[in-house]
């Protein structure tokens, strides 16, 4: 089992930067594949960023690549969000995600709001 809490989440004008955390506890995610999702109001969970077991490769969608990065410290069970150039079509409750072969875990998510 695999508990995630994230945080980092606030309120920040457009072109302000913001870096989500997601923590893990209950065992190390060196054997997972993290990643960042979103979901705005009256939306679906939308991908934003991967990393795998490593760190060594990423990949983001469009809407959110050359603005965004993803990043790990498997010693510190941390999983990073670095969001900058932020536009308000950012806002959303962000959720972190664990996964690894016949397991998914979710986080709570945090709030992003970008304002205009």
């Known amino acids: 089992q695999v508990q995630l809490v994230e945080s980092g989440g606030g309120l920040v004008q457009a072109g302000g930067s913001l870096r989500l955390s997601c923590a893990a506890s209950?065992?190390?995610?060196?054997?997972?594949?993290m990643a960042w999702f979103r979901q705005a109001p009256g939306k679906e969970r939308e991908f934003v960023a991967r990393?795998?077991?490593?760190?060594?490769?990423?990949y983001y969608p469009d809407s959110v690549k050359g603005r965004f990065t993803i990043s790990r410290d498997n010693a510190k069970t941390t999983v990073y969000l670095q969001m900058n150039n932020l536009k308000p079509e950012d806002t959303a409750i962000y959720y972190c995600?664990?996964?690894?072969?016949?397991?998914?875990?979710w986080g709570q998510g945090t709030q992003v709001t970008v304002s205009s």
């Open positions: 990393t795998n077991w490593s760190g060594g490769s990423t």
């Open positions: 995600n664990a996964r690894s072969t016949g397991a998914s875990y």
């Open positions: 209950g065992r190390t995610l060196s054997n997972y594949v």
